[in-house]
């Protein structure tokens, strides 16, 4: 399959009202000043810059019934719902960069009612080192990126839950989760009762990345529309300090190059998160500038010539 000629808009929702370190907020003006865009608009990809959508400002408090901050994340998640739906429903590829990952329900809201409404198919790869499938119940810390594919699959709060219409947005079998190696006690419980999919790291050392990629892109057709759900924490934090949850054995460099050329050699991705840069943890925005390097990847960029 050949990679889908299709027009981007990238747009920011810099907060880091779900996370529980500060900073994921100053995400997206790293990741346009490692050269985001520009990276695109060189491999030929119509790529626009729509701005930043905006929301309320970081409360800092404890949390309250297990939730930290949860009016502010339905806030912002609107807002990425509602701009990430007009770019979807324009034909074009939203490319929303974060913020902190809560900020993925609203992407994949919107995502999940343009499939509905189109009568396709969704597949989401979640490249993340957390399972992020906490529940109020059993988060130890009540932040909200720690439960947003929860959320998804009907697990969270109504106003979370039903996002996008009367939820649940998507069912854990359309889900794909990549890179994982953190995962709290209960949650692991709550992960398997679902039947999540899990390529864990230990999974990835024992059959390599190729496999682990045949695997969770296998049974995608044209008709499929591709969510990439992109947390930067995926990546060993010897490559990537930058980011507030950081976990020691995640993907080097070269497992997340294949990672990501092998999506774009199935077809690459139909929308886009980039999460989680955190410029306040990271050392002269490398972890941004590795981000956009694995972003152009996604996008054909290989190493060798081949065709
Ligand atoms: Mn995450």
Redesign the pocket.
């Known amino acids: 399959m050949s990679l889908k000629p299709q027009p981007v808009s990238v747009f920011g929702a810099p907060t880091d009202v779900g996370a529980g370190r500060r900073g994921a907020s100053m995400g997206p003006e790293a990741l346009r000043v490692a050269g985001l865009v520009e990276a695109l608009v060189r491999r030929g990809v119509d790529a626009v810059d729509r701005g930043d959508v905006a929301g309320p400002r970081n409360p800092w408090q404890k949390p309250v019934d297990g939730y930290r901050h949860l009016d502010e994340v339905v806030a912002w998640n609107r807002a990425v719902m509602a701009l990430a739906s007009a770019e979807l429903e324009a034909g074009r590829m939203p490319v929303m960069l974060g913020g902190d990952?809560c900020l993925?329900v609203g992407s994949i809201a919107a995502v999940a009612r343009h499939c509905r409404a189109t009568g396709k198919r969704l597949r989401v790869l979640?490249l993340?080192?957390?399972a992020?499938f906490n529940t109020s119940a059993i988060t130890p810390s009540g932040n909200v990126?720690?439960m947003?594919v929860a959320c998804l699959c009907g697990l969270g709060p109504d106003a979370l839950v039903h996002l996008g219409g009367p939820g649940p947005a998507i069912s854990p079998s359309e889900v794909r989760q990549i890179g994982i190696r953190s995962v709290d006690a209960q949650e692991k419980r709550l992960v398997r009762e679902h039947g999540l999919d899990i390529y864990d790291m230990r999974y990835i050392d024992e059959v390599g990345m190729k496999q682990v990629m045949e695997e969770a892109l296998a049974g995608l057709d044209a008709n499929t529309h591709l969510h990439v759900?992109f947390?930067v924490?995926v990546l060993d934090p010897a490559i990537a300090p930058g980011t507030g949850?950081r976990v020691p054995g995640g993907l080097d460099y070269r497992e997340a190059q294949l990672m990501m050329e092998m999506i774009a050699d199935a077809g690459g991705a139909d929308s886009l998160d980039l999460?989680?840069v955190n410029p306040a943890l990271d050392k002269r925005n490398r972890t941004a500038r590795l981000a956009v390097d694995l972003v152009e990847s996604l996008f054909g960029k290989s190493t060798l010539m081949r065709d």
């Open positions: 990952h993925a979640w993340d080192a957390h992020d990126h720690g947003p759900s947390d924490d949850t999460v989680e």
